[in-house]
């Protein structure tokens, strides 16, 4: 059971939130000595840095974009007197990937996971009607015990180097928003909807937990802000009636409002926009609302120039104009929790989203992407420090599912990204983590995970544990590019042939297919890495999609180029994007509107 709530932050009538977000002061631990040298009463120096982002493109030196260990952040904080009495507590997004907090040079919380929410209580900490000072130190390692795995190593200048085990940039820092908020000391904790849809109406029922045992009421209004429906009690149901369904691109948001009463007195008020809508998997079908929906859309990243990870209001605006102009209709979280404001703003435009947790890495390997998908590393479930990662990967699991299930958006979970599934250690940590998120998810919506290539129909011992089996497969760039496309054809439908002799009786989505592509290149006839490549890849792909009836989804990997670790197979970062990293379409981006345009929402339903 979570120790804080994951509700997002909002201003009610009984409640404060104060976002944090600006210029902070910065410090960077070289020596590691922070903790010893008294950081935690003040840091040193004078540089200030923009809070929300990553604090690794912003600087000239090469050791601080790769910097791995400690990094101190500090601001002062003015706390109104009128909020003593209440809970007051410091909320982060997310710290990336764990950190401390102090006020006043207190620790008052410690947090371990980067892409999730956690709350410090500074209600007896801090001074009312008077500067705080506070202090948060975030460390970026990488181990095999935390997800995402890697690891880090000490160069033999006795600096430190994260080795990511995935192929996305270490980026790190306080890379989403900071809330102050004030709190009732009896307020809603938490909340769980699940839907029925009756003819034309709807039943909803819900569970509500607070912190106290005073009277709890709900009401629902409509988009016009008229009352729909009521109800007392901390469960129940409430019926809509006529109710106005959450579709794809036509996303009809109630209100709900949930408060705490003592008589006629308000103890605490909190409202969310929802989404009426079932979601289920029968036979081979994804069905929203009862009927069969085809994912189009992306694998993408939280990733754009200059703030890196950090959440960026503007890039989030233009990547959601950019998938509705391409005619997309989904995305999978790869390969971490997002920010809360795109699961926002996915519910407010209708798109369907995977939920995915930072469960990626989890292979024996250092190029995982490349290296894992060969075969020749296996049982990296057999560690001796197996079972502190699976404690890690379930409460983000549990942080995960609490933070996120009440956005329509959300559809499914995506549990791990391409782990290792050919040895049987991998079974029983699968059941664990498939099993917590069964239990957590009132809406028992369908799970998944993404496949690696080596996980084939006579080798992988986990896909069962799948509602949707998810393969992310390179016919045609990694296995057979180029002039042998005619030959990564064959062994692709090879593949498909023995899933579809298995009649697992399930809907396959691609949630990874792609080439990398550069935007400047362009060559007649083709050549890998030319925009004419990316052309002809995808339509071999697609004809192979469009081939077998169970497959019900393709999901592009990437949206966007995105930094990854330097090396020989990255030309400065992963360029599989369909637009480019400052969100220019390349060649394959029009191919792609054409065909998800001409695609029915029911596809193969
Ligand atoms: C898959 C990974 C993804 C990589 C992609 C690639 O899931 O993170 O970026 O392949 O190689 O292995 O482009």
Redesign the pocket.
Known sequence: MLENSMLYPRTTVSRRAVPLDGMWKFWLDENGTGEKDGFADGIPGKDLIPVPASFQDFYTQKNIREFAGDVWYERDLFVPGEWEGRQVFLRFGAATHRAAVYVNGRKITEHEGGFLPFCADITGAVHYDADNKVVVKVNNELAVTNIPCGETITLPDGRKMNKPY???FNYSGLQRSVFLTALPKEYVFDFDLDYEIAGKDAFLHYQVRTTGEHETVLWLYDEEGRQVAASAGKSGTMKVENARLWRVHDAYLYRLVIRILDGDALIDEYGQEIGIRTVEVKGTSILLNGEPVYLKGF?KHEDSSIVGRGFNIGVMKRDFELMKWIGANSFRT??YPYSEEIYQMADREGFLVIDEVAA?GLFESLM???E??SGKKTAFFKKETTPILLKAHKKAIEEMITRDKNHPCVIAWSLL??PETTDEAAVPYFKEVFDLAHELDVQKRPRTF?M?MNSLPDTCKCYPFSDIIAL?R?YGW?VSGGYEISQAEVLFRKEMDAWKALDLNKPFLFT?Y?A?TLGTEHKLPSVMWSQEYQEEYLKMTHDVFDSYDFIKGEQI??FADFQ?TEGILRVNG?K?GVFTRDRQPKDAAYLLRRRWKGLLEGFKG
């Open positions: 995935f192929d996305f694998g790869a390969h990626v995982n992407f490349m894992a998908s990204n391409e993404a690696i992310n390179y990694y990874e792609g990398d990997w990437n990854t992963n599989k």
